[in-house]
């Protein structure tokens, strides 16, 4: 029904638009003055003594440039996923590259990237502050990035034929079907792992702010650095207030920017009846309420996306039609061809010099790293059954409760977010009493890079189940177990398998900080090939470096190909709700 235009309305309107479009404008201006104020401490000259001040004044500065390094990796993670993926799946010749390579990136452990990344920008940008910063986000985006690419593959192959086909009926361009296909499909997938993709930043930010590779300490101002500092040094009060820092970091995070997006994801779930119980938020409606963010998205965010739409279906068309387009379809294939022979020459040659590198590791370091994979191995195969058996019931039901879900997500996501390496000392201490220390310490830390993303998979998938189904099976009286086995898991089981594919590999990269612990001058290790990748990147041994990081990518790699892949393929054909 429309409200009467009178007097009094037109007040309480000119109220609300002073109120909300204040506050807005108010952010933006307070978002830019922190983005440029933080950006500018990121050039300058490098000063490897650095020292972190532990008190609590400094802990603002600290925590812009992380937050500043997490959101710059989060967009090219985000940027990366959607491009890699699209082409992944629509270029058949590129997939038969882009998918395995992609298993080979996600099983190479981030910290082994440390010593290469970080020599080869230090040189690019001699003695300047810029390539260390580069480092830091190089690798956060390195754990941020393959979790969200499966999931949008993943999103991708499930799309059902019928919508596709749909698309083909009325004749839209792969710009068109982009946007109102594939990305839509995505959506909610995407935003759950861009939530754990976040978290995994944070898991590893003690050791990208601040690490060792030979003799020489790399230290940047941060909040990561600052909990390993006080962690390292013992300073129990200062760790909690980083701590308290980092959690109040998270729920603003989770306020202003996750309940939003999974509020504003419900749109893109395909149901064919509407669901009585939607995640809200008060943020989004906040922002749908503002006056001047509907007259920019008329004026002119609609107007541009139309006249790009236009532009682009006139350049798709001629591109079909004129000779020039078709000269440059047989250049892009010539195109692809030449990109699959120039990584093959990169492949030959980059094998050869690792070969000679790797030659120069004695028989007994490499019968180290056969035993350290095989024990290995088992701490990741644990810590993935553990996780297993308390994420998938968790996380259906987080996924099927809103409710639920707005109460228990920030925890969650505080939970997963906490850099186990700040806590691990003193879990170490608790361990030493009870007995086990490193062995059993380790694979309480191999969880914790585990089983969120099996959690976060879980919930996306959860929650991506269309409402009729749960309503037929109330109607049919379908008990739990029968639910359970006919509707639940099969629905589940495509984000579960990508949940397991990406917690494989973060067990892999977590065993590097939980096999080798250092912390007030002493150092905790037990037999594992993470151990071994961490003694060697502290004493600069490059070539059993090097051997350990191949042996584990390959161990990743073809558990995921030989395991993983063929339930990934089995998940695509045969359980599709859709």
């Known amino acids: 029904m429309t409200r009467p235009l009178t007097p009094e309305n037109q007040t309480i309107d000119r109220v609300a638009w002073t109120w909300q479009d204040g506050l807005i404008i108010l952010a933006v201006i307070t978002l830019a003055f922190f983005v440029v104020s933080t950006a500018s401490r990121f050039t300058g000259v490098y000063d490897p003594e650095i020292q972190i001040d532990l008190s609590p004044n400094s802990l603002p500065s600290y925590t812009a440039q992380t937050l500043l390094r997490m959101v710059v990796a989060y967009f090219i993670s985000l940027f990366f996923s959607i491009i890699y993926a699209y082409f992944a799946f629509y270029n058949r010749v590129a997939e038969r590259v882009l998918l395995p390579l992609l298993d080979i990136l996600q099983s190479i452990p981030v910290l082994s990237f440390l010593p290469g990344v970080v020599l080869a920008l230090i040189a690019l940008f001699p003695g300047q502050r810029i390539g260390i910063e580069l480092a830091a986000i190089l690798l956060i985006f390195t754990g941020m990035a393959w979790n969200m690419t499966f999931s949008f593959y993943q999103s991708l192959t499930g799309v059902p034929r019928e919508l596709r086909e749909v698309a083909e009926i009325y004749r839209l361009n792969p710009w068109q079907c982009f946007w109102t296909v594939d990305l839509p499909a995505g959506a909610i997938g995407l935003i759950w792992n861009s939530v754990m993709s976040v978290a995994g930043g944070w898991f590893f930010l003690i050791a990208i702010e601040s690490f060792t590779l030979g003799e020489r300490n790399f230290t940047l101002p941060g909040l990561g650095s600052y909990l390993g500092t006080a962690a390292n040094a013992g300073d129990y009060p200062a760790l909690l207030y980083g701590l308290g820092v980092l959690i109040g970091v998270i729920i603003l995070i989770d306020i202003l920017a996750w309940r939003p997006l999974i509020a504003w994801g419900e749109r893109f779930k395909f149901q ?23 007259w920019l998205n008329q004026t002119w965010t609609i107007p541009l996306q139309e006249t790009l739409d236009r532009r682009i279906v006139k350049w798709v068309k001629r591109g079909r039609t004129d000779s020039l387009g078709q000269g440059l ?13 120039g990584l093959g020459l990169g492949v030959v040659w980059g094998t050869i010099h690792a070969i000679l590198l790797m030659g120069q590791v004695p028989l007994n370091r490499w019968q180290d790293i056969g035993l350290g994979a095989g024990l290995t191995t088992i701490r990741v195969l644990v810590a993935l059954v553990l996780s297993l058996l308390w994420t998938v019931p968790v996380g259906v039901a987080i996924g099927r409760n809103p409710r639920a879900a707005q109460l228990l997500q920030p925890i969650v996501q505080i939970a997963a977010s906490v850099p186990a390496t700040a806590l691990f000392p003193v879990l170490l201490l608790s ?8 062995e059993i310490g380790s694979i309480a830390l191999m969880m914790l890079g585990t089983m969120w993303y099996i959690l976060f998979n879980v919930i996306a998938g959860a929650q991506a189940i269309p409402t009729e189904l749960f309503e037929a099976a109330t109607v049919y009286q379908l008990g739990t177990l029968q639910r359970w086995r006919t509707l639940i898991l099969p629905g589940i089981f495509p984000y579960l398998i990508t949940g397991i594919i990406t917690a494989v590999g973060g067990a892999w990269n977590a065993s590097i900080v939980s096999e080798y612990v250092e912390f007030q001058g002493r150092v905790e290790t ?38 993983w892949r063929r339930l990934y393929r089995l998940a695509e054909t045969k359980y599709q709700l859709l």
């Open 272 to 294: 064919l009846v509407e669901a009585t119980n939607v995640p809200q938020s008060r943020i989004l409606d906040f922002l749908r309420r503002s006056p001047t963010l509907r």
């Open 329 to 341: 379809s047989g250049w892009r294939k010539q195109l692809n061809w030449l990109i699959l022979i």
């Open 526 to 563: 037990t037999n594992g090939l993470g151990a071994l990748i961490s003694e060697a990147s502290a004493s600069g041994d490059f070539p059993l470096l090097l051997a350990a990081t191949i042996v584990m990518s390959l161990v990743v790699v073809l558990t995921n190909r030989l395991v």
């Open 431 to 438: 361990l030493a009493h009870l007995g086990g220390g490193l």
